[in-house]
């Protein structure tokens, strides 16, 4: 983890000069255009992923040295649900789909619930017994670690669908998908139509309140 990072920092870099290479060479249709601007947001929301998973591997070491460090029932889930928005992310991106882009703005909202619960019942046991605020803590840390992965997922998501369908849906903003605009050359799985269920059956008991409206 920690050596990987150092080459994802460089690959940024990388990345990076080559658009500002591309942008020099001018005239580009619209799809190329939003293709440059969302590879450049999208590289950064990748290298901060990198930074925060050292961040998360930093709490890994730091609970290893503590006495009682008892795993929070629910972290387990939030990190796949969070594993599983990243995955989805990189296979909207690898396949321009749009449908697997949305079903990661919908899994945001579940993230954020999982942080809730393991924050609430955590402080709960760190004030009814002191010797567990330092590992505590770090939970915390933790799940604030998972919470910000999910968010760079939901980045890079917003900005697939800006790139392949022109809209911008960050901050809420209206979001129209509709099955019979979906690019017939673009392979998708029998689920990616189904945009408005849950992404993560496993996680069906956690009520979604997605705001994303939907014209």
Known sequence: MFLL???INEMEIVIDEHAIHLLRRGSFSDDEMRLIVAALKITN???RIGDIAVNLAERVVSLREMQGANVPEELA???SAVRAMVSKSLGALIFRNVEMATQVLESDDVVDQYRDRIFEKLLQHMTQE???VSPGMQFILATRHLERIADHATNIAEDIIFWVRG??????RGLAVRSDETDQ???TSAGDS??????????SHVTPACETERA
């Open 130 to 132: 002191p010797a567990l």
């Open 185 to 187: 050359t673009v392979p």
């Open 5 to 7: 990072e150092p080459r």
């Open 77 to 79: 889930p939030m990190a």
């Open 45 to 47: 929301d990748l290298e």
């Open 167 to 172: 809209l911008d849906v960050r901050h809420g």
């Open 194 to 203: 189904a945009i408005t269920e849950n992404s993560h059956p496993l996680h």
